[in-house]
């Protein structure tokens, strides 16, 4: 079993900076793929961010240039590096892992207002 725990979320102001932490139970170089996903109330849970196990990063368009996908292997941690913060990048963000079934974080609240 694979435990993912999510961290880093909050409060910031538009234009501002977070950094979410997704913490895993076993070594990143375990999966296949991990990702960020985010949702918001009443919509599906869209993907934000991917990082494959060779390390090839793909976004969402609505984040390029903004957002950073990133993992320490020796921490066993996986990031996401959220810049130029929006009102509309308000969700609560969630920390996927692929191996041979996929698992999910608990997710963590990310909201962007003045």
């Known amino acids: 079993q694979v435990q993912l725990v999510e961290s880093g979320g909050g409060l910031v102001q538009p234009g501002g900076s977070l950094r979410l932490s997704c913490a895993a139970s076993?070594?990143?170089?375990?999966?296949?793929?991990m990702r960020w996903y985010r949702q918001t109330p009443g919509k599906l849970r869209d993907m934000v961010a991917q990082?494959?196990?060779?390390?090839?990063?793909d976004y969402v368009d609505s984040v390029k240039g903004r957002f950073t996908i990133f993992r320490d292997n020796a921490k066993n941690t996986l990031y996401l590096q959220m810049d130029s913060l929006r009102p509309d990048d308000t969700a609560i963000y969630y920390c996927?892992?692929?191996?041979?079934?996929?698992?999910w974080g608990q997710g963590t609240q990310v909201t962007v207002s003045s």
């Open positions: 996927y892992a692929n191996r041979l079934e996929p698992f």
């Open positions: 076993r070594s990143l170089s375990d999966f296949n793929y």
């Open positions: 990082i494959t196990k060779g390390g090839a990063t």
